[in-house]
């Protein structure tokens, strides 16, 4: 039997299928007590472009929530509890800017508040995922339909603004120790 001279395969031509989530787009931002007290903050530059580009590659350099190509965001991906006031961070997921901007639209420039949320809705419809006339609408009413995010329906507009929100971090693992002297501290889950 003839042996074959081994082919070198560089990985980034494989097709590996990427991953398109348009549900992402439901995901809440950060509230606003913790606007200061993120990981890209606390953790600094060099962590966060680490962070970043292993999110774009993630999903070799398409949006993870409607997959086109193009430059990315990598948008921090927390898990919000209403009742208690703790948002865990999870990863970053890297998403197109208007993407981005849909899950940031309270805080996107008016004028293009109406084009975001038009982009953001088609994505959502073509996918067969409900969608409401404004984002609050529609956070409010699609997450009636989730039961795990019945919660928000109830709380979010109680709570989403309180100033006593804690950061759970436990996924990073990081050196308790470094933050002993942190002066937020005590709103840090380490
Ligand atoms: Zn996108
Ligand atoms: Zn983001």
Redesign the pocket.
Known sequence: MKLLRPVKINLADVDVPRIVQPELLYHFPIPPALHRLNPRLLLGKRWWNKTRKAAYRSNRGFCQACGVSGRLDA??RYELDFKKLIATYQDAVPLCRNC?MY??WLSCPLHRKVGILKKGNAILLNAGLPVAKTKMDSLQTVYVHEQVFVQYTTEFRRNFWSPDWKLDLTVLKLNKSKFRKHPERERLIL
């Open positions: 948008h921090e981005h899950i940031h």
